[in-house]
């Protein structure tokens, strides 16, 4: 999880809105650390160019349970809508399933945009040793309106407040059970639009 945030943070620095986060889009490396990967509908804050498509269809792209309510409503990606993504990505490293799972993307757009609701807190976070601070990380990333969100920078500052939580140099803790571990262990070689999140590498 901390890998991951830190590629977004370092995504945001850069001003690209990735607009599409989920565990899918999440590679494991043989050394369990974990990449960003599928740039496709991703773009720069105020750039025209960028090595994938800029619409302003893409921009509204995504996949439903993932994505922030406003996003759902039609407004565009963004960063904030990049962190409601997150954590959903948190939810599938702790929980081991997809947000809202048993759910259609009717149901979920219904669950979200109209009752305001969020998905529910991982049945793994207490293995973690820090719930709470979990807890209250997501809650923060899930807020409805846009602006009540954390950036990446804030969320980092949180998950490295506590003295004994991981580091992104620890090894993947396999007792937690997650659908991120298994299929990608291996990366394919020549993958598109892979990014190295410690050099932001095109692959």
Not at 96 to 110: E, L, R
Not at 120 to 145: D, I, Q
Not at 153 to 181: A, F, G
Request: charged share 20%; proline share 6%; with cysteine.
């Amino acid at each position: 999880a901390l890998d991951i945030t830190c590629g977004m943070n370092y995504l945001h620095t850069l001003s690209i809105v990735h607009g599409d986060l989920k565990g899918d889009n999440i590679l494991i490396t043989d050394d369990c650390r974990a990449v960003i990967a599928d740039f496709g509908i991703s773009f720069v804050i105020g750039g025209t160019t960028f090595a994938t498509s800029s619409s302003s269809s893409s921009r509204k792209g995504g996949t439903a349970r993932w994505q922030a309510p406003e996003v759902l409503k039609g407004s565009p990606n963004s960063f904030s809508a990049d962190v409601y993504s997150l954590a959903c990505v948190y939810f599938e490293v702790f929980d081991g399933s997809i947000p809202w799972s048993g759910f259609n993307d009717g149901a979920v757009t219904m669950n979200v945009v109209v009752e305001k609701k969020h998905p529910p807190y991982p049945k793994h976070l207490e293995s973690t040793g820090h719930a709470e601070l979990w807890r209250e990380v997501m809650t923060k990333c899930w807020a409805y309106e846009p602006q009540d969100r954390p950036t990446l920078l804030d969320i980092m500052v949180s998950l490295y407040m506590t003295e004994n939580m991981p580091t992104t140099e620890s090894k993947w803790d396999r007792s937690v059970p997650t659908r991120l571990h298994d299929p990608l262990v291996q990366i394919p070689s020549g993958l598109p639009r892979l990014f190295n999140l410690e050099g932001l590498a095109v692959v």
